[in-house]
C-alpha cells in the first residue's frame, strides 16, 4: 500500500513507439484546441494525440507514478476539452497553456499526498543528464536558449532548486531537506533566484 | 521590498510549485478576483515555460483515451439533455463499450462490471424517470472496489462494496472534489462496519454539480481522516447516466 491506489506500471509498454508520429506545429495546436473549443471530437482527438506524450512525460516527472500520472492526464484533458474556450493565445501558447494545466493538477495532488520523496538521488541524477531536445517541443529554440543561458547564470545551487521544484515538483520542505538549509533560506535562495532570472529575462 | 514585490514572488512559487497544497489554494483563488495577481501568474508561466522542453515525452496507454473519450461521451450526453429514446440507446451502447472494456482490463474490473449488469437488468421499468447515476470504483486486483449509485432526483445515494473487505483498525472515507467546490476534496463521511454511508450525503450538493464531480473513496485511520482531507492511497470514480429501460434480452 506504499503507492495510493496505483495501477500497475510495469509490463504495459505503449503501443505506439517513443517518438511522436508527427510533429504539430504551435500553430497548429492552437488551431486544433479552437476546434476542441467548437467541441470537435476529431479535433480533440489530433489534439491528443500530439500532445499526451508531452502532458504525461510532464506529470510523470513530478509524480514518479504511471497510474497517477495517467489520472491526471485524464483529468487534465476533460479540463482542456471543457476550458478551451477560455484559451487566450495572446497570453500564451496553446501548448504552454495545456501544460500549465497539467503541471498544477499534478502539483496539487503531489502537495496532498504527505509521502516524502523516496529516490531523490535517482532525480538529480536525471536532472544531470539532461540533453536538449533535437526539436524543441514547447517553445521555439529561441525562447528555450534564453532561459537556459539565464540559468547558467545562476549559482548552480539555486538552479538545481528552481529545476527540481519546475520539473521534480519538490516543495520548499523537500529542496530544505535535500540541500540541508533551514525552510526559510530555501524560500529566500528562490526568491533571489527568481528575481534574477526575471532581471535576465526582461529584454 | 514592495508589496507589489511581495506579490509577483507569490505568483512566482506558485507557478514553480513549491507552495504548500493551503497556499496554492489561497492562490488559485485570489487569482480569480486580483487581476494582478491573474497576470502576474501568466507571465511567470510564459517565462518558465521553456523549462518544460527537456521533459521526455512518454506515450499513455491506449486505453486512457478510450477513458477519456467515455468521459467526455457522459458529458455530452448530460448536456444533450433531451429524454429521447435514441438517447437512451446511446447510453446503453455507450455503457456496453464501457462493460466490455472492463471485462478484459482486470479481473476485479470483470467483477464490478457484472455487479453493474445485474443493476441494469434488475432495475424496475420505472414510473417516472429516475436520473439514475452510477459510478464504479476500480484498480488493480490488491485493491478494493465500489459502486456507488445515485438517483440525482431525490439526491439518495447508495454504496455496494464490489470486492472491498473491511480492514482491521481502518475505515474507508467517501470524498467528493470539483471545481466550483475549490481544490480540495469534501468529506461524504466515513463508511460504517456494513460499508454504508448516509443515505442523504449529498443533499446539500446541485444535481448539476454531482454529475461533474469526481468521487474518491480513501483508505483512512479508523473513524476517519484526522486531517479533514485524505491521508491515505484512494480510488476514484466519475458518475455515468444510467439507461432508463433495462436492455432487452438481445444484450
Sequence with gaps: ?203 | MTDRDDLDMLAAEFVLGTLDARERAAVAVRRQSEPDLDEMITAWERRLSALADEVTPVTPDPELYQQIEQHIDALETRLAGADTDSHDKSNVVSLHKRLRRWQWSTALASAAAMVLVAVLIFQPAPEQRPQSFVAVFQQNDQQPAFMLSVDLNNRQMQIRPVTAEPMQGKSYQMWIKADSLGPNPRSLGVLNDNFELERAALRDYDPELLKEATFGISVEPEGGSPTGQPTGPAIHGYLYPVADEAPGPSH
Design chain 1, 1 to 203: 500500500m506504499s503507492e495510493p491506489f496505483s495501477s500497475s506500471t510495469t509490463g504495459r509498454a505503449p503501443s505506439g513507439s517513443e517518438s511522436p508520429s508527427q510533429p504539430v506545429s504551435p500553430d497548429q495546436i492552437s488551431e486544433l484546441l479552437k476546434g476542441v473549443a467548437a467541441k470537435d471530437r476529431s479535433a480533440f482527438a489530433t489534439l491528443y494525440e500530439a500532445t499526451a506524450p508531452k502532458l504525461l512525460g510532464t506529470i510523470i516527472r513530478i509524480l514518479n507514478n504511471r497510474g497517477w500520472a495517467e489520472e491526471v492526464v485524464h483529468d487534465t484533458y476533460i479540463k482542456i476539452w471543457r476550458k478551451a474556450d477560455q484559451f487566450d493565445a495572446t497570453k500564451a501558447s496553446a501548448i504552454t497553456w495545456m501544460v500549465t494545466i497539467a503541471r498544477n493538477g499534478a502539483i496539487d495532488e503531489l502537495r496532498k499526498q504527505p509521502a516524502s520523496r523516496k529516490a531523490p538521488e535517482d532525480e538529480l541524477n536525471q536532472l544531470a543528464s539532461k540533453e536538449p531536445n533535437a526539436q524543441s517541443q514547447v517553445e521555439n529554440q529561441q525562447t528555450v536558449n534564453r532561459l537556459n543561458l539565464c540559468l547558467e547564470e545562476l549559482e548552480k545551487d539555486r538552479r538545481d532548486m528552481v529545476r527540481l521544484a519546475y520539473l521534480n515538483g519538490w516543495s520548499r520542505a523537500d529542496l530544505a531537506t535535500h540541500f540541508d538549509q533551514p525552510v526559510n533560506t530555501v524560500k529566500t535562495w528562490l526568491h533571489r533566484a527568481l528575481k534574477q532570472l526575471k532581471g535576465c529575462l526582461t529584454p
